[in-house]
């Protein structure tokens, strides 16, 4: 909860900083109406905790099971320096209560992935299924599921490649993009195009033409990036899984192993922690024998 409140006192804050408006009131209630307004329209991570919100939000003014400040107590030392009244406490209210039913940084912001491989009563080839999980109510598992993950068609065989946690280089090696540097260099171009095109001088009805002019430059953009993950797939991921296809077991284990380890020696360049680093455990599941470990710490 105190990432929940510590993130709205500083949204709050920052658009404070940024309008020009003589009345502070009035923008803070229009910050929290357009951040209520967001989330209201995202889709519930756990539906289950749609049933848990009256009780956490009845423990308003109690301090936290972890023996934490209350809600409110967060909420007054976050928004300390912010407009209060009724009208915006029932906005911070209404906000804590979607952050809570949707699961949104609640129970926490921090987040577990697990993934299970294996065959259906019917499949011929394993198939993925994962779940996060992000904390704990009372005895109830905060988590979302995803939906399985098949293998597909290559030729005369069948593949799948399911990179999970720290993968940024993995994804880069799969499919030849770094994709957060491609969208942030689009957005910072349609950004400075913007700041090029408006001119102040202008009145504001004269702008509609240029406004009109930049929504044409976002779609390009969108375009633009839709286009280069097409010629990914093209070039890089599906000859890469036509090669997965039909790889056999053992090298397949070994090119596995080989990912990982790049992923590690790429954060141990840039002296971030790998998560995934130490020992690399390799193993295979097939339909005849089921799981078996292809390498694993320990085993002779």
């Known amino acids: 909860m105190e990432w929940i409140v510590k993130g709205l006192g500083d949204s709050i804050q920052k658009h404070l900083q940024a309008v020009h408006e003589t009345d502070a009131h009035a923008a803070v209630l229009d910050e929290l109406r ?6 209201e ?7 289950r ?22 809600i409110a107590s967060l909420i007054d030392h976050s928004l300390a320096d912010a407009p209060r009244s009724p009208e915006i406490d029932r906005e ?25 491989v294996g065959y259906g009563q019917s499949q ?13 109510v009372g005895s109830h598992v905060a988590r979302t599921l995803s939906p399985p993950v098949y293998a597909e068609a290559h030729g005369s065989s069948f593949s799948l490649i399911l990179p999970l946690a720290q993968r940024d280089v993995i994804d880069q090696l799969l499919t030849g993009l770094n994709t ?17 095109h408006v001119d102040p001088e202008r009145p504001p009805e004269a702008q509609l033409d240029l406004i009109e002019d930049l929504g044409v430059v976002a779609s390009l953009r969108d375009e633009m990036l839709a286009d280069q993950i097409q010629v990914s797939r093209e070039r ?43 020992n690399i455990d390799v193993g295979t599941v097939t339909l005849s024998a089921g799981f078996d470990w292809v390498s694993h710490k320990g085993r002779s």
Not at 34 to 39: C, F, G, P, R, S
Not at 188 to 196: F, N, P, Q, S, Y
């Open 34 to 39: 357009n951040a209520n307004q967001e989330l």
């Open 41 to 47: 329209s995202l889709e519930n991570h756990d539906p």
């Open 49 to 70: 905790l749609q049933d848990l919100a009256d009780a956490v939000l009845g423990s308003w003014g109690e301090p936290g099971t972890d023996g934490g400040p209350s």
């Open 92 to 116: 911070i209210h209404r906000f804590i209560r979607l952050s809570v039913e949707g699961g949104y940084g609640f129970p926490s912001s921090a987040r577990t992935t697990v993934t299970f």
């Open 124 to 136: 011929m080839f394993p198939s993925a299924a994962s779940v996060e999980l992000f904390g704990a």
């Open 180 to 196: 957060p540097m491609t969208a942030h260099a689009a957005d910072v171009t349609v950004e400075r195009l913007g700041a090029t």
């Open 236 to 278: 890089y991921l599906e000859p890469t899984q036509a090669a997965v296809a039909g790889m056999p077991l053992g090298s397949l284990a070994e090119t596995a192993g080989a990912l990982i380890a790049m992923q590690n020696l790429a954060l141990d360049i840039r002296g971030q922690l790998p998560t995934v680093g130490g």
